[in-house]
Structure formats: C-alpha cells, structure tokens
C-alpha cells in the first residue's frame, strides 16, 4: 500500500475547552522556515486520507490530509459524511523550525481561529494557546523518543455565577510501559472564589482509561484517533507516540470500573502499514457501536 457512559459523560465534559485549539489566518505552506532544520517533520508514513464507516458499510466520518515535501502537515479536513457538515478546515504554518501555526474553522465554528504551538525540543515539552477569549494554556511533555508523558492546563472560567469566579487544573498523565501509553488519568480539580474572598475547592475527579496491545507496530500513530487529545495539535507531532497497536481499552471513575470498553484488530498490508482498523465499543459484553477505519496514503 505504498504507491462508557461516566468516562464519555466526563471527557466530553473537559474537550469542550479543547474544541478551538488550533484555529484564524496565516496558513501559508512553509511560513519562514525553509523545512530542512525543522522540528516538525513527520516520521511516520504519510496517511492522505482515512474513512471511517459503520458496521452496515455507511461513511460516516473522513479524514483529510496533505503534507509538504519535508513531510510537515500542510492541511487537515474531517468531515461529518452523515450531514455533509465539515468538522475541521485547518492550514498549518511554520515560522520557524520550533513553531508551528494552526488556523481555520472548528466544528460548526463559522469564526476562523489561530493556535500557536511552539516546542521546546531541550526542554521537552510544546505549549500551545488559542487567540480567543478564554482559550486554556495548555503544556504538553514527552520523552527522548517523542512519546507524550503529561498535558496540563490552567484553567480560568471568570464569574461562573453572578457571585463566583473559578479556577482549576487539567491534567493528562501518561504511564507508559514497553513504548507504549498502558494507563491515562485524566482529572480536574476545581477552585472557586465568592466576591467576598470565601474559598470553595472540589475534591479532585478523575477517569482513568487503560490500554493493551497487541505486538503489530503501529506506524500510522493510530492511537491519535483514541485519545482524548487535541487532535490537530497530536497529529501534527504525531502524539501520543505509541510503538503498538491496542487490542483493548477499558476505562475506570477512580476505581469504579466502568461497564464500557473497547476492542480492537486490525488489516495490515504487506508493508506493514494499516489497511483497515476495527473498532468494537462494549457494554459489559454487548456490542453497541462498530467502526471501520479504512486508510489510504500518498
């Protein structure tokens, strides 16, 4: 081919922030950086489009993509195939061989909005911020092979209520085990402050999601697609940077386990890239919801 309903509740929950990361104008292939020291070249093989369709074989969802000739992502589309609604319209920049631009249109969003993402390949860790009002903060760290560790953010929401302004943290941690994420906590913990200076704080919440894989090497960085992460922003750097292919995710509240998990196989080529990854969503043991991901390259 080379020519669960507390976890889904809860991480919907805390995307919301994360649905403009990464949208406004500039977009110009290359900006000013020449590529050729550029630290956002992509290792991985090029995908220049994946289908996802149900189990009766109806599209639902496509993902679309184009890279320059050093292999940085150029442009990204996801479009909603069941109401011809385009989900991301994104152009990506590079001013310099650390920083990259973002800017387009989100997910119904008639608005275009820019993100900039700069890395700090010494320190380890990428930052990234919107240009609207309220836009989280967001740092992300890796480790020598580019394998994601932690994201965090600082979360202000203003006056939550005609007497309270509150604040909070988010974090993703990462435990990573034989080059791959086999565990992700992702939690919150709220502050809030009355104008009369009363502090409340919440007891810290969180959802844990645990992995494991299967020995096929995964060389299209399909764990993107699984992650709760800021997808323009991972795909670009090709996070979360696992070596395998997962066969299963299930998912905790604290240490609730929770009735939803995930199966997964896969078709490969004869090159060892993806040919088609299916992706089976459980109740206890009843299938509710079957994916097909169908991948196609340069």
Same mark, same amino acid.
Request: proline share 0%; no cysteine; hydrophobic share 30%.
């Given at each position: 081919?080379?020519?669960p309903i507390f976890p889904f509740l809860l991480l919907c929950c805390l995307s919301l922030p994360l649905i403009g990361c990464g949208a406004g104008n500039g977009g110009q292939s290359g900006g000013n950086d020449d590529g050729s020291a550029s630290l956002w070249k992509m290792r991985n093989y090029p995908v220049s489009k994946v289908e996802v369709y149900t189990e009766d074989n109806v599209l639902v969802e496509t993902y679309e993509y184009t890279y320059d000739e050093y292999n940085r992502l150029l442009s990204l589309r996801r479009t909603d195939n069941m109401v011809g609604n385009r989900l991301l319209d994104l152009k990506y920049s590079y001013p310099s061989s650390s920083e990259m631009v973002i800017a387009g249109t989100y997910y119904y969003s008639t608005a275009s909005r820019t993100t900039k993402v700069r890395l700090d390949a010494e320190n380890k860790q990428m930052t990234y911020v919107g240009n609207w009002k309220g836009a989280w903060f967001f740092q992300t760290t890796f480790n020598n092979e580019g394998a994601v560790l932690m994201t965090s953010a600082d979360v202000g929401f203003g006056l939550a209520t005609a007497s309270y302004a509150t604040s909070g943290n988010y974090i993703e941690a990462y435990t990573r085990s034989g080059g791959d994420v086999v565990r992700v906590e992702i939690g919150t913990h709220l502050?809030? !402050?009355?104008?009369?200076?009363?502090?409340?704080?919440?007891?810290p919440t969180s959802a844990i999601m645990e992995l494991?894989? !299967?020995?096929?090497?995964d060389r299209q960085n399909f764990g993107v697609y699984l992650f709760t992460c800021e997808f323009p922003v991972w795909y670009a750097k090709e996070l979360p940077g696992n070596k395998h292919l997962p066969s299963e995710i299930t998912w905790r509240n604290g240490e609730v386990p929770s009735h939803l998990s995930t199966r997964l196989t896969y078709e490969m080529d004869e090159d060892g890239d993806i040919r088609t990854a299916i992706r089976t969503d459980f109740n206890d043991e009843d299938p509710v919801l079957v994916r097909r991901y169908s991948f196609y390259y340069k």
């Open positions: 081919m080379r020519a502050r809030s !402050t009355s104008i009369r200076q009363t502090a409340v704080q919440s007891a494991t894989y !299967t020995e096929l090497e």
